[in-house]
Structure formats: structure tokens, C-alpha cells
């Protein structure tokens, strides 16, 4: 069978890997995009679409800057993406910049919130704290329980479903090719990889990025396997009907760390469990339970609202919990990884495409502004001194 040739090979169809398709497109370059489609549960469910660049942080201290950084600099970049988007295919994202509010419980917990609220300033960032009469005037269905909150101004919310399907959408207007297929294997160097597809088809690209989320293995030769473990994420949405709720909440970690982020179309998401290492998807009635509950104590209103419907889906985990962006220099040439976004694929997007894509195009690329460093995200940083392949 003859193979199709690709300039640029994308594995994997979600939010990341379609990102790059965009930031690629209208490079005159043939691109091609293959997704397995839901073998895997994808990390967009497991999102209810909080762009939270103030409060996700990384799991290692030594990651938390350079996170922070790449997360600010794509939350500024969200209003254009969001709009261009929303002009190209004419669909709603449902963007909203009305911030996000994180809450206290009791004294220890205003505490911890008024520390991270410092460190948020002191890296640039904005945040207001508020006492529980100011937490309540900002957004009225909190709970009389709520003795603080910390309110980022600059925070925002996408729905993550309409932001596929949008991106989908605007890369069917493009030249570029999809195939509906799981890759089984990739093989050879800058002059040209090999992709054979599961329905025996092949494909050969120049350059290949590997974009495919918790299913990233090693499907590619001579690459060292990323380290990636799937969290799964089960979420509920509830129906508010006529009720004004309108901030994205953040719950204390006790009794549990749930979200609530209110959509235009008035569903309120309740996210998500943190579950590492299964790859089912699967909805546990107690997790949805503990959810709606946990959510419940800091807007009361939660526990009339009817149940719509529960979902999961699996976030692409690192070490460090930082992604994992561009080459691997122990791998063929010509191969990128987009990998790892954990909780932050929605909000990393559209920075992480961009910067992406002039890496794969080199300076023919458009130059985002400011410049966007992936360095701290290089995939060789797993490595210890101990030996190859190690993951630190
Ligand atoms: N982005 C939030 C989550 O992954 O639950």
C-alpha cells in the first residue's frame, strides 16, 4: 500500500494536539492529525475549563515558576485565541474573565490563601483578599461558613466541550487531513517517520508531535518512553436554572476540594476526583456523592440543583507536574512532544502551541509576543545521574 506524505504528523486529536494543528496551519504545511478517539477517556473531560493560572501549581517546587510563567503568559494570549476561534467557526467558547474565587473555612485555611495570595504578587500576578462579608458581595451564593477568600481578578473559564468542537471545526477549514485511527507504531529519523495506522493505512511525515494525553506510550522507535500516568477525573454537572451564580469557586482541600464553574447555558461543572492510575472511565456513585457534597458546603444552593450528568476522564500526569514540550534529543530527530498538561491543557493551549510551533518551524514561524521559553519543560529533565531513562 502506498503511504500519504505529511510535512507534519500531529498523534492525537484533543485540545493540545489541535492547538498545534492551528498554530501550525496557514504555514504552508501539509498537516495531518490522528486521534483514536475515545479508547482513552481524554483529558478535556476531566476539565470543566477553569483557565486558573493563579492557583494550579506545580507538584515540584523547582517547576513552579517556570509553570506560573507559562501559564500567565497563555492566559493573557486566551482572549485573542478565544475570539479568533469564535470568528473562524462562528461557535461560542462560552469565555468568560470574571476571575476565580478560592475559599476559607476557618483561620488556618484564610491563612494559607492570604500566603498564596502574596506569592502571587510577588510573581507579578493579581489577587485580592477578602474577608467572608466581601467573599459574599462578590458572589452571593456562598455560604455563610466562608470566613475569607482570595478573588484573581485575571482568571477566566472556557467550556471545554465547545472549545473542541470549535477547534475541531476550524481545523476541518484548513487543508489538513484527520484520520479517526489509533498510531500503532512510528519509525524513522528527520528524513521522513513511518506511521502505520490501526487500520493498516501509512502515513509518512517529516516531523511527528506527540500529542496524545494519558495514552502517550511508547509507540514511537527509539524514543524514550514519556513519563506519563493517567489521574483520572470524574466531574457532575447540576442544573442552577434562573440562579445568578456566576464566579468560578474553589472549595478548601477539607472536607474536599471540589470546584464549581457556572456555564452560560446554566449547568454548573463540579470537578473533578484525582484518582492515579486508572484508565477506566467509569463514574463512581460515592465520588459524585463526595463531590456534590463538598461543593454543597460552600454554595448551599448545590444540593437543590438537579443532577444533569457525570463523566470522566484522564489527565496526562508528569512527575513534576509540569508538561512535557518539544524535542527529546535522545529521540530520531524531528519528533516533538506536547505532552503532560495534568490539570492545565486548557489554560497551557494556546501558549504552548504557539511556542511549539517556531520550534518546529524555526524562525519562518510568527513570532508570539512576549517570547515563550519551553525550555524548563524539556523532556530530557526526567533523566537522574543514575542512568538513562530514569525518571526523576
Ligand atoms: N483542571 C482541573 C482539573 O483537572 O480537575
Redo the contacts with the bound molecule.
Keep these: 500500500m502506498n503511504a500519504t506524505n505529511f510535512d507534519i504528523a500531529i498523534i492525537g486529536g484533543g485540545v493540545i494536539g489541535l492547538s498545534v494543528a492551528r498554530a501550525l496551519s496557514g504555514q504552508k504545511r501539509r498537516v495531518v492529525v490522528i486521534d483514536a478517539g475515545h479508547e482513552t477517556p481524554p483529558?478535556t473531560d476531566?476539565?470543566?475549563g477553569?483557565l486558573?493560572a493563579s492557583f494550579?501549581s506545580a507538584a515540584e517546587e523547582s517547576m513552579a515558576d517556570a509553570l506560573y510563567a507559562l501559564g500567565a503568559q497563555s492566559l493573557a494570549a486566551w482572549p485573542a485565541f478565544a475570539a479568533m476561534l469564535e470568528d473562524e467557526t462562528g461557535l461560542s467558547l462560552d469565555y468568560r474573565d470574571d476571575g476565580i474565587v478560592a475559599v476559607a473555612f476557618d483561620e488556618g485555611q484564610a491563612a494559607a490563601l492570604k500566603d498564596s495570595g502574596e506569592q502571587l504578587c510577588a510573581r507579578g500576578g493579581a489577587a485580592w483578599f477578602l474577608d467572608g462579608g466581601e467573599a459574599r458581595r462578590l458572589e452571593p451564593a456562598l455560604s455563610d461558613r466562608v470566613v475569607a477568600a482570595l478573588y484573581a481578578p485575571g482568571d477566566a473559564q472556557v467550556d471545554p466541550r465547545k472549545l473542541l468542537i470549535a477547534l475541531r471545526a476550524a481545523f476541518r477549514k484548513t487543508a489538513g487531513r484527520f484520520f479517526g485511527e489509533r498510531v500503532v507504531q512510528v519509525e524513522g529519523d528527520k528524513a521522513g517517520h513511518r506511521l502505520m495506522l490501526s487500520n493498516g493505512e501509512r502515513l509518512v511525515a517529516k516531523t511527528v508531535v506527540l500529542a496524545s494525553g494519558a495514552a502517550a506510550t511508547q509507540l514511537i522507535a527509539g524514543l524514550p518512553p514519556p513519563p506519563i500516568t493517567p489521574v483520572k477525573?470524574e466531574?457532575l454537572a447540576v442544573d442552577r436554572s434562573e440562579n445568578t451564580f456566576r464566579h468560578v469557586i474553589r472549595c478548601p482541600a477539607q472536607p474536599a476540594l471540589p470546584?464549581l464553574c457556572p456555564k452560560a447555558d446554566g449547568r454548573v461543572i463540579i470537578?473533578?476526583t484525582?484518582i492515579a492510575g486508572r484508565r477506566d472511565a467509569g463514574v463512581d456513585d460515592a465520588s459524585v456523592r463526595k463531590l456534590r457534597a463538598g461543593a454543597a458546603e460552600v454554595v448551599p444552593a448545590v444540593r437543590d440543583w438537579p443532577e444533569i450528568e457525570r463523566w470522566s476522564g484522564l489527565?496526562p500526569a508528569t512527575p513534576d507536574g509540569a508538561p512535557i514540550l518539544g524535542r527529546d534529543r535522545r529521540g530520531p530527530d524531528g519528533v516533538f512532544l506536547a505532552l503532560g498538561h495534568?490539570?492545565?491543557?486548557?489554560?497551557l493551549a494556546p501558549a504552548c502551541a504557539e511556542a511549539l510551533a517556531r520550534e518546529i518551524l524555526g524562525e519562518s514561524a510568527p513570532s508570539p509576543s512576549p517570547l515563550i521559553h519551553l525550555q524548563p519543560f524539556h523532556p530530557e529533565r526526567f533523566v537522574s545521574s543514575a542512568g538513562e531513562g530514569e525518571h526523576g
Design positions: 483529558a476531566a476539565a470543566a477553569m486558573a494550579e477525573g466531574a470546584y470537578g473533578a484525582e489527565r495534568y490539570r492545565n491543557g486548557i489554560l
